[in-house]
């Protein structure tokens, strides 16, 4: 009898123990950049993730230079459990003379990064 709360137990539990893993990495499928002014660029990038919740959401996009240094982070305050694909904005970016591209990468709260990250021409 032991042995059989033990199986039900452990498949219980199961689900909880693999929830991390069902929604995968946060991936960027589109993004535009456009010019503002001198050296400022507006981003509108898309990300798709399968948010579960608050515990795993996909939690903020970033600019990186082709070295991989971070010109600029856009925060996502909140899963977007019910819109998929989604896209957010973020202006003002400062993006040095003499950067040919940026590379666009997602993150999400479990797993960081590790999605699909999209490399764009920046316009001058």
């Not at 032991?2 to 909880?16: D, E, S």
């Not at 069902?22 to 993730?49: L, M």
């Not at 579960?52 to 903020?60: E, L, M, N, P, V």
Request: proline share 5%; aromatic share 8%.
């Amino acid at each position: 009898m032991r042995k059989i709360y033990t199986i039900f137990a452990a498949l219980i539990a199961l689900p909880v123990l693999t929830t991390g893993g069902i929604a995968g990495e946060a991936d960027v499928v589109d993004a535009k950049i456009t010019q503002s002014s001198a050296g400022s660029y507006g981003f509108d990038v898309s990300v798709r993730h399968a948010d579960t919740g608050w515990k795993h959401y996909a939690d903020r996009w970033e600019v990186l230079d082709p070295d991989r240094n971070i010109l600029a982070t856009r925060v996502l305050v909140h899963p977007h459990e019910n819109e998929q694909p989604f896209t957010r904005s973020l202006s003002g970016v400062k993006i040095p003379v003499g950067i040919g591209s940026v590379i666009l990468r997602a993150h999400d709260s479990v797993h960081a990064y590790g999605g699909k990250e999209i490399t764009v021409e920046v316009p001058r």
